[in-house]
């Protein structure tokens, strides 16, 4: 987290009109209390995803970071390695993110391991990759376009090579779901977010934020070619995935 941590009140006040979801300069602003209140574990699941980064890493080869926001990962990254060199490049197509993400580089990574793309993650290549991470953008993703993306990591990775993967899922049972939902209103209630944000962020997330269920994510990885799948954190409707090339 980049230690600012302004407070989120993008759905605070009462809307006129609810336009579909950004990540605008508004939502930049205070993108880190945003995901610490609306994501649980959050903090937990990127520890961890940059322990699990580090150990696959192989040498001479890149960490892609796909939906990288202003650079939560990356960060912890630099300080996984330490002075132990890598490459990482990362994605996101909100200028206001990169722009953040580029700032902070800035100040921690003087020997240049990261290097950042304002693009949209459909668009791009990737070779020679050890390790692919799309935490919390598949979900952003025409549903369409999510089994070629998934197609081209696995292209891109060699043997070995990891995806990590973290989503808001669904469950196909509905008693499930609407329990899944039941907490995570609760969790966001906890957190402070009142009725009205709730429910304003709700109708602006409809149609911009599509989650699948764990078991098409699992097909969808298994399909295109990895060997092994496993969810290895779950809360209620979030979900953190890894499947090994
Ligand atoms: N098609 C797209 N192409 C590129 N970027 C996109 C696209 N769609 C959405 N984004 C970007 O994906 C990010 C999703 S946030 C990721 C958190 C981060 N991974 C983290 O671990 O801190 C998750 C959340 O806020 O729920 C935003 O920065 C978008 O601009
Ligand atoms: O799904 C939700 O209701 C969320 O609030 C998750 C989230 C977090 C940050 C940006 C968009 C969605």
Same mark, same amino acid.
């Given at each position: 987290m980049d230690g600012t941590m302004n407070k989120d009140r993008v759905f605070a006040e009462k809307l006129t009109t609810i336009t579909p979801f950004r990540f605008n300069e508004k939502v930049a602003r205070v993108f880190d209390d945003m995901l610490v209140r609306s994501v649980p574990l959050y903090g937990e699941a990127l520890k961890q995803q940059a322990r699990i980064a580090r150990q696959f890493y192989q040498n001479g080869t890149r960490i892609f970071d796909l #939906?990288?926001?202003? #650079?939560n990962l990356g960060v912890l990254l630099l300080e996984c390695f330490g002075s132990t060199a890598f490459k990482m490049t990362g994605v996101d197509s909100s200028w206001p993110m990169i722009q953040r993400f580029q700032k902070r580089l800035s100040v921690h990574d003087s020997q240049g391991c990261i290097t950042l793309a304002c693009a949209c993650i459909e668009d791009i290549v990737m070779l020679n990759a050890s390790v692919v991470v799309i935490n &919390?953008? &598949?979900?952003? &993703?025409?549903p369409e376009k999510r089994d070629r993306l998934i197609q081209s990591a696995f292209k891109g990775l060699c043997k070995g090579g990891i995806l990590l993967l973290t989503e808001k899922t669904v469950h196909a049972d509905p008693q499930m779901k609407a329990l899944e939902q039941e907490y995570y209103y609760q969790f966001k209630r906890e957190n402070g977010y009142t009725d009205l944000e709730i429910s304003q962020k709700r109708d602006a997330l409809e149609r911009v934020l599509v989650p699948e269920t764990v078991a098409e994510h699992e097909n969808r990885i298994q399909n295109a070619g990895f060997s092994v799948f496993n969810v290895w954190l779950k809360w209620f409707n979030f979900t953190s995935m890894i499947a090994v090339k």
């Open positions: #939906g990288c926001s202003h #650079g &919390l953008t &598949l979900q952003f &993703l025409d």
